[in-house]
């Protein structure tokens, strides 16, 4: 039986978002959030969703995944489009400003996530913190603890998906002994997620411990050593692109 992989980590793959320096693919990351905020709607936004279409396409990563990691935000989502349609004080109606509004903001965190999810399928977290002490590397000299920075933040990453897999695993094990989470109402299926919570944290601590414990055990220090080189002419490439591809969204 096939493991199903969790939502926001790496994919093995030879795509052309995979031969990117990790470097690259942070800049762009950074480009392409800020252009997702900043697009003026509508043809801003229609040109940021192009980017994203073409970023899912260079890393060959479904459209359906980026649904999939939208689930758990799918009834904020919902009800803030609703609460922002729905007039009830004053003149009870329908508001298309209040519609629209909302709208564009989903869409601007559609984009952001999926943007999000083609770094993450595309790029390890070895790399990520690599790419994050290489780029800080000039705040070092202003005191600024670069390596420790990069250290978190690929650590932070790496815990997503491990999170995810520990939720499942526990799940898979209270329906192995009987439990059944999704049946039932609502307000059963919130309660049973309290039986999933505890061990979760129960097992995101122990995994803290053993890690800290592997760092120490290695005399970890702080200090990172990168051994990044130049940047390729595709890196270049892909940056010079993708600061085109940003103001074309935020000026039209």
Same mark, same amino acid.
């Given at each position: 039986m096939r493991k199903r992989r969790a939502i926001g980590s790496f994919v093995p793959g030879d795509t052309l978002a995979h031969r990117l320096d990790a470097r690259t693919k942070v800049l762009c990351l950074l480009v392409a959030s800020i252009a997702s905020f900043a697009a003026a709607p509508p043809a801003g936004l229609a040109v940021a969703a192009a980017?994203? #279409?073409?970023a899912l396409a260079a890393s060959r @990563?479904?459209?359906? %995944? #980026? $649904?999939?990691?939208?689930?758990?935000?799918?009834? =904020?989502?919902?009800f803030s489009l609703l609460a922002n349609t729905v007039v009830l004080v004053g003149q009870p109606g329908v508001s298309v400003d209040g519609f629209l509004r909302t709208a564009q903001a989903i869409v601007r965190i559609v984009l952001v996530v999926g943007f999000v999810l083609v770094?993450?399928? @595309?790029? +390890?977290?070895?790399?990520?913190?690599?790419? $994050?002490?290489?780029? +800080?590397?000039? $705040?070092? %000299?202003?005191? #600024?603890? =670069?390596?420790? &920075?990069? @250290? +978190?933040?690929? &650590?932070?990453? %790496?815990? &997503?998906?491990? @999170?995810?897999?520990? =939720?499942?695993? &526990?799940?898979?094990?209270?329906?192995? %002994?009987?439990?059944?989470?999704?049946e039932g109402g609502v307000l059963r299926r919130v309660t049973s997620w309290g039986q999933v919570l505890v061990p979760l944290v129960v097992s995101l601590f122990r995994r803290a411990d053993e890690l800290g414990r592997a760092m120490e055990d290695r005399c970890y220090t702080g200090e990172q050593t990168s051994l990044a080189g130049p940047l390729a002419a595709r890196d270049w490439l892909?940056?010079? $692109?993708?600061?085109?591809?940003?103001?074309?969204? =935020?000026?039209?």
């Open positions: 980017g994203l #279409v073409a @990563t479904s459209p359906l %995944r #980026v $649904l999939l990691a939208l689930r758990p935000a799918l009834l =904020v989502l919902g770094f993450s399928a @595309t790029t +390890m977290p070895p790399a990520i913190a690599d790419a $994050l002490a290489s780029l +800080m590397r000039p $705040l070092a %000299r202003l005191g #600024v603890p =670069v390596g420790d &920075i990069s @250290t +978190m933040a690929s &650590i932070a990453l %790496r815990f &997503i998906p491990l @999170t995810a897999e520990e =939720v499942l695993r &526990i799940r898979s094990a209270q329906r192995a %002994r009987g439990a059944r989470p999704d892909a940056l010079i $692109l993708t600061a085109a591809w940003a103001a074309l969204a =935020v000026l039209l």
